[in-house]
Every structure is written in structure tokens, then in C-alpha cells.
């Protein structure tokens, strides 16, 4: 299966340095290249992120108005598309900061349970279907998205930044300002809520 | 070490960070714990689920932007 990642992709323009010189001359045609490069890219990172498609837009537009301003700074040994992926993941924390308004759900009823001598006190069946084959199904894909926006805002946000946005253990950090202990600990209960979460689908899947 | 604390290190086992003695500990006791073992193979095939819940093999070239958020953005930069 193809993978792609938004913010390694070549640019479709001539390079980055014709483009970042358009830019800081003030070019139409060059913001205008900046937006269709990465656009679409940029703006499926905001919808992991914030969840709905308005919020995203939104995230997306103010990025780009931070990057037009910051173009000045921006220095030709970064990667346009790194700098901008950047951009885009602080907006969106910046957005979800902006409108948590209730206290998050705690992530312990889906964490495993373990009995006082420490045995997991459920009994795990495997799954006889490999990740790939499970892929394959469009109806996975979902289920796996679905699973993953049903995660409390903040693992989710660390497994998407780390799993998905392929961010490292330091950048999630900086970015979350929080401690890279933190977001090891928070990606690893992130993906043991989603296991939990998953455990049903798979089941069905692998006795089809 | 026990299931409880093998959970723990999972994550830094799977990223090949554990210090060796510790690996040791935990493939010692993986050798002798199916449900560990089953649940090692679970968190791994969600790790991969979840880092391809995204990817579109239907649509391996990317979706373009949406016009109205190229115009949305070119206006307000003005």
C-alpha cells in the first residue's frame, strides 16, 4: 500500500529556493504556489488534529497568514515543507487548547487491567489477520479513524503527532510543551486505549 | 518481572530502546507468557493500524486543495 507523508513530498515547483525567493519578493505567483504545493497536505494534518473540517480550514488559513509573515525568518536550511508542517501542528494545539472547556475523560477504563499479582486479568485471543490484510479493508481504515477521534484529546494528539505526523519523541515534546518522558508515556497509553478500542473489530475481522 | 511491569516497556522494547538487561527480563518472560506474547502482537498491529488509518490506496495521488480555501487564504493575506 502506498504511503505518503504531507510534508516530505517533493514541491511541484522548480525548488524550494526559487519559491522562498518569490516569497520574500512579495510574489503573487509564489504565495499563490506555497498554497497549492501544500494545501491539501497541510490541511489533512489540521483535520487529524482538530477533528472537523471547519476548525481545519480555519488552522490552515491562519498558518499560511503565520508563514507569509514569517517567510523573513525562514532560513534556506530547513525544509519548506517541514517549516510549514510545523506551522500548521502549532495552530492546530493552539486551537484545541482554545476551546477545551470541560475536563477530559480519564483513559484508565481503557488501559488494561491487571489482577493484584500482576497477570493481565484478561485472557487475549490472537488476531490471525496481519495488520496488511486488515489494511486492505476501507472499513478498517474507518473503524481506526473512528477509534483513534475516540481517544481522550490528549493521547490522541500524541499518537497522531507521533504515529501519524511521524513528529520524534523531542519535536512532540517542544511542540506540546511537555517533557519527552511525558509523551513517551502518553503515546504508549495512547495506543493501549486504541488496542482496547480496536480488540472488537479485529475479533469480527479475523472470523470472516 | 511480571505482566504489569512488562507492559510498561513495551513501547521502549518495540523502539529497541530497552537496556539489555532488561530486554533480557522481558523476552525471558515472554518466552514463558502466551498472553503477553498475544498482547505484544495486538499493541504492534495497532501501532501499524493506526499509522496507516490515514493512507488512501485508492487515491494514491494526494486530493488538490479546496479552491474556495486557496481564494480564502490569497484574500486575506491582502
Known sequence: MMRYKPWRMALQVENDAALVQGLKGGEEWAFEALVR????????????????????????????????????QFEGSAQLSTW???????????????????????????????????????????????????????????????????????????????????LSTQEAAEVLDITPSAVKVRLHRARQALLTLLRPHFQRSATR | MTCRELADFIADYLAGTLPADTRAQFERHMGVCSNCVTY???????????????????????????????????ASRR
Open chain 1, 37 to 72: 504545493a501544500f494545501g491539501a497536505r497541510l490541511l489533512a494534518t489540521a483535520r487529524r488534529l482538530v477533528g472537523n473540517e471547519e476548525d481545519a480550514r480555519d488552522v490552515v488559513q491562519s498558518a499560511y497568514l503565520s508563514a507569509f509573515r514569517a517567510i523573513g
Open chain 1, 84 to 166: 510549514l508542517h510545523r506551522i500548521v501542528v502549532n495552530t492546530a494545539l493552539m486551537r484545541l487548547r482554545s476551546r477545551r472547556r470541560k475536563p477530559e475523560e480519564s483513559i484508565e477504563a481503557l488501559l488494561p487491567a491487571f489482577q493484584a499479582d500482576g497477570h493481565y486479568v484478561e485472557w487475549f485471543s490472537s488476531w490471525d489477520v496481519p495488520a496488511d490484510r486488515l489494511l486492505e479493508r476501507k472499513e478498517t481504515r474507518r473503524a481506526v479513524r473512528v477509534a483513534i477521534e475516540q481517544l481522550p484529546e490528549t493521547y490522541r494528539t500524541v499518537l497522531v503527532l507521533r504515529d501519524i505526523e511521524e
Open chain 2, 40 to 74: 505484544l502482537e495486538g499493541y504492534r498491529t495497532t501501532v501499524e493500524l493506526g499509522r496507516r488509518a490515514f493512507d488512501d490506496p485508492d487515491a494514491p495521488v494526494p486530493e488538490t486543495v479546496p479552491e474556495e480555501l486557496v481564494k480564502a487564504i490569497l
